[in-house]
Every structure is written in structure tokens, then in C-alpha cells.
């Protein structure tokens, strides 16, 4: 099952990629584009942010793997780096970068609280992305849609971001979307309550690690069993590659399902305070 969605993903994602690459070209204001959080937050609506953040308290960070062009256009450059070397993923386990995406997402929503819109567009994905297919593919063409005209500044931001994105997201994976991105941190945090999520059997688990070297996201915890669902963007990779069905998208959280251990352990306890005992009274016996 979770092999066929995640082709659907797949899919979704490569559609919203294309088609606001389409849209940017042409000068098309395309659904795929008004649904980008940050720039109907410019545009003055927070109606796509509060959508986005009940899609996320319900579904986790479906936003980044499926509708952000960024986000997709890294996994495409992780996807290239597999074919390139010819091996599966390695990716490991990485502690959250908490006080980077604290200070990333501060800094753009006071840049947008006060109308300084240049910093939010550096900031926010879909409008990086957007600069970069205005940069090297529509001026090249002679086809800007907005009539703005070549500038060294836009051009230099626009390769500093191509080049951070394809090196970061060669050897890291979703790095950016975690520490940089303030849309990626927003999401996070309705993520870690998210309904449903990603979670580990504890009881089927191998600890094969299969999970943890696809997890672009590098959220996964071994041997701990741990899911940081905050940074988790809902790929299906791990899903997919589990050979013992040992993690799932699902509701609620898994139950230890040998509680026979914990009894054990506190018989052993019982046992051993109940010789403990025996022993003393023996040796007040023998005194008197």
C-alpha cells in the first residue's frame, strides 16, 4: 500500500513542480502559486496559512513534500545523486538544529509584520524557486513575464540560493528545509501533533536501520525508536523500505506489547528484596 502512495506523492509533487515553473514562464497566475503560504501573506490573506496549518495539525508537513516546488526540486537533486553514484541512500540520524529555525522564522515574520518584503522572498521557498526560473530560464529566453530587467544583485541571489539548494540537498538531503526554510519550521511545529504520523512498532522492529539511511529528512532515531515528526515531511521513503512492516502512518502511538518483561523484572525485584529479608532474620536468629 504505502508504495502506491507514495508514487502518488511522487506524482503530485512532480505536478507542482511543473506547473508553477509553467505558470512563471508564461506569466500564468496558476492555483499552484496562490496556494504558496508566504506569498498570499504578502499579498495581505492568511487564508492559505490557516488551510495549511489544519492540513498539518491532521496530516503532517504534507505541504513540503507534496505542493513546495523547492522541496521537490531537492528531492530531485537527492534522487540525481542516488543514479549519479549508483548506491542507495546513507542518510543518518541528525540532532534538530532548534535555535537556527527558531531565529530564521522570527527574523521573516518580523520582516513581514513590518513591510519589509525584500528579506521575506530571500526566505521563502516559492519565492527563491521563482527567482531562480525568472534568473536561468526565462531572461536567457527573452521571456520575463514581469518586464523587470537584468540586475547583478538578482542574479547573484538567485545563484548563491541555486548553489546552496544543490549542495546542501546533494549529501543533506531536506537540511534546508529544516534549519532555513521559516514555512518548514511554521509546519514543524503543528507536525509534532499531527494526527497522523509516522510511527515505529517497537515490537516488530529489527533495528535494521533501513528507515533511518532513507530518511532524506534524517529524523529517525535508532535504536531509540525515535520519530522527530517536526522535521518529517511525509516522503514514504521509510514506509517503503521497512522489510518487517515495523513503521506506519497511523493515528495514536504503539503500546510495548511484552509487558511480561516489566513484570519480570519486578518479580526479580520482589525476590530479591524478599531474600534480602530471609537473610537478615536468619542472622537475628543466630545472635539470639
Same mark, same amino acid.
Do not use: H, K, Q
Given at each position: 500500500m504505502y508504495r502506491s502512495v507514495r508514487l502518488v506523492r511522487i506524482a503530485i509533487s512532480l505536478i507542482a513542480l511543473a506547473v508553477p515553473t509553467w505558470a512563471l514562464l508564461v506569466g500564468y497566475d496558476s492555483l499552484f502559486a496562490r496556494i504558496q503560504i508566504f506569498p498570499s501573506l504578502l499579498a495581505g490573506t492568511a487564508v492559505y496559512l490557516i488551510f495549511w496549518v489544519i492540513v498539518t495539525l491532521l496530516y503532517g508537513r504534507i505541504y513540503c513534500s507534496t505542493v513546495c516546488p523547492m522541496g521537490t526540486l531537492i528531492d530531485c537533486i537527492s534522487a540525481g545523486r542516488r543514479l549519479a553514484l549508483r548506491k542507495k541512500s546513507d542518510y543518518r540520524y541528525c540532532s534538530p538544529s532548534v535555535r537556527t529555525r527558531l531565529v530564521f522564522?522570527? @527574523?521573516?515574520?518580523? #520582516?513581514?509584520?513590518?513591510?519589509? /518584503? +525584500?528579506?521575506?522572498? !530571500?526566505?521563502?521557498?516559492?519565492?527563491?524557486?521563482?527567482?531562480?526560473?525568472?534568473?536561468?530560464?526565462?531572461?536567457?529566453?527573452?521571456?520575463?513575464?514581469?518586464?523587470?530587467?537584468?540586475? @547583478?544583485?538578482?542574479? #547573484?541571489?538567485?545563484?548563491?540560493? /541555486? +548553489?546552496?539548494?544543490? !549542495?546542501?540537498?546533494?549529501?543533506?538531503?531536506?537540511?534546508?528545509?529544516?534549519?532555513?526554510?521559516?514555512?518548514?519550521?511554521?509546519?514543524?511545529?503543528?507536525?509534532?501533533?499531527a494526527y497522523f504520523h509516522i510511527e515505529i512498532d517497537p515490537d516488530r522492529c529489527i533495528n535494521c536501520g533501513e528507515c533511518e539511511r532513507v530518511c532524506k529528512a534524517q529524523c529517525i532515531k535508532l535504536p531509540e525508536k525515535i520519530v522527530d515528526n517536526s522535521r518529517c515531511v511525509v516522503c514514504f521513503n521509510c514506509t517503503t523500505v521497512c522489510p518487517n512492516s515495523a513503521i506506519a502512518y497511523k493515528s495514536g502511538r504503539y503500546r510495548l506489547g511484552l509487558p511480561l518483561m516489566q513484570s519480570v523484572e519486578g518479580h526479580s525485584q520482589n525476590t530479591q528484596t524478599t531474600n534480602r529479608h530471609g537473610i537478615e532474620q536468619n542472622i537475628k536468629t543466630h545472635n539470639k
Open positions: 522564522l522570527i @527574523i521573516a515574520f518580523a #520582516a513581514v509584520l513590518s513591510e519589509i /518584503a +525584500v528579506l521575506p522572498t !530571500i526566505l521563502d521557498p516559492y519565492s527563491a524557486y521563482a527567482r531562480m526560473v525568472n534568473e536561468f530560464i526565462a531572461r536567457p529566453l527573452g521571456i520575463v513575464s514581469d518586464g523587470s530587467r537584468f540586475t @547583478i544583485s538578482a542574479f #547573484a541571489l538567485a545563484t548563491l540560493t /541555486a +548553489v546552496s539548494v544543490a !549542495i546542501f540537498s546533494w549529501r543533506r538531503g531536506r537540511l534546508i528545509c529544516n534549519t532555513a526554510c521559516p514555512i518548514g519550521t511554521l509546519l514543524g511545529y503543528g507536525a509534532r501533533r
